[in-house]
């Protein structure tokens, strides 16, 4: 059964940084695609960042230059640095994975596999 859990969620003032975490397990986080997604209220859900077993990347137009997406294989971890944060980064935030090893559509198309969310809240 595969389980994602995220923390490192919290609120932060505009400019401020934070750090998402998702652990896997079930999972193994080198094998495949996983990503971050988040949902503001009243929102659609929006891909957020990507990463691939080969560690290629992608990353909505709105976080690119501000957010980094990495994992570490060792302790099957999925990360999301968040720089430069603006209030309207808050939202909700997913750690999201895949059967596949692709992660082409993932922004798009969302993935197999879902944790229970973070929040994250940006005041101005």
Not at 91 to 104: D, G, H, K, L, V
Request: glycine share 12%.
């Amino acid at each position: 059964q595969v389980q994602l859990v995220e923390s490192g969620g919290g609120s932060v003032q505009s400019g401020g940084s934070l750090r998402l975490s998702c652990a896997a397990s079930g999972y193994t986080v080198s094998n495949s695609c996983m990503g971050w997604f988040r949902q503001a209220p009243g929102k659609e859900r929006e891909g957020v960042a990507g990463m691939d077993l080969n560690g290629n990347t992608i990353y909505a137009e709105s976080v690119k230059g501000r957010f980094t997406i990495s994992k570490d294989n060792a302790k099957n971890t999925l990360y999301l640095q968040m720089n430069s944060l603006k209030p309207e980064d808050t939202a909700m935030y997913y750690c999201a994975a895949r059967e596949a090893a692709s992660c082409s559509g993932l922004l798009a198309f969302g993935a197999d596999y879902w944790g229970q969310g973070t929040q994250v809240t940006v005041s101005s």
